[in-house]
């Protein structure tokens, strides 16, 4: 039997909600994904070219520091992995996770949040951080699924 962990980073809480709900639904561990530095308001402000999640995501380089590492990756076999869209891809930060562990040999699934964008190419996008693994494109988590229907997604992962 595989063992299996949900990931995630949240900024507002929303995904959050979607990772507990997804871990309770599935009997998976939960892991939050934490920056060192919280996000503030007039960070998450994509409207200001200044804000941090604005530069951030307009540089491909960036690498958010983690609050910790101490993820036990090597435990599961199977990560669900969520986070906010932003600017139509998963946040910096994503990037820092999936390059601060071995993901050999593991199947990851994405799930996002978004209030208005799909995950697009975001796989694609996060393959080159994550090299050896098995990335699927995932599904939005918007609103409130029921626990059956998270059950039925997670089986096809």
């Known amino acids: 039997m595989s063992k299996t962990l949900v990931a995630f980073f949240s900024a507002s809480g929303v995904t959050k909600g979607a990772a507990q709900r997804l871990a309770g639904a599935i009997g998976a561990d939960l892991y939050e994904i934490k920056p060192a530095v919280a996000y503030t308001r007039a960070d998450l402000n994509w409207m ?8 951030e995501m307009n ?20 990560i669900f992995l969520g986070f906010p869209i ?18 050999s040999g593991k ?33 939005m988590l918007n609103g409130r699924q029921s626990e059956s229907e998270l059950r039925q997604w997670a089986e096809t992962v």
């Open 48 to 55: 200001d070219k200044k804000s941090r999640s604005t530069v």
């Open 59 to 78: 540089d491909s380089a960036c690498r958010p520091a983690l609050a910790d590492r101490d993820a036990d990756i090597p435990s599961y076999d199977r």
């Open 86 to 103: 932003w600017w139509y891809t998963a946040p910096s930060i994503i990037r820092t996770f999936l390059e601060s562990y071995d993901f």
């Open 107 to 139: 199947t990851v699934a994405l799930f996002a949040t978004s209030g208005g964008s799909g995950l697009g190419k975001t796989a694609e996008d996060l393959a080159s951080s994550c090299p050896g693994a098995v990335i699927k494109g995932g599904k």
